[in-house]
């Protein structure tokens, strides 16, 4: 499965504790709006949910966590 292989190498990529600090970390201006503009045209009527997450802000996290890790390639829209 695609999905699983992802989730695999992006989660061998980020040390355990590390991704609640990656996600937070204070990206360039330009990064940020990309992916605040994106993240509502993702998925709009996908109801999954995860505790008190809906699939936006797990979605957003993961994408702010690997600009702030690969900021030469910061975000681009489809990854």
């Not at 201006?29 to 994106?38: A, E, G, L, R, T």
């Not at 709009?44 to 505790?51: A, I, L, S, V």
Request: glycine share 8%; net charge negative.
């Amino acid at each position: 499965c695609v999905r699983g292989r992802l989730e695999e190498a992006l989660a061998s990529d980020v040390a355990p504790g590390d991704f609640d600090a990656l996600k937070q970390t204070a990206l360039d201006p330009k990064v940020q709006h990309s992916i605040d503009k994106d993240i509502p045209r993702t998925f709009p009527k996908y109801q999954w949910t995860t505790g008190d997450d809906d699939f936006q802000t797990v979605l957003g996290d993961v994408l702010r966590a690997f600009a702030a890790k690969h900021p030469s390639v910061g975000y681009c829209q489809g990854l």
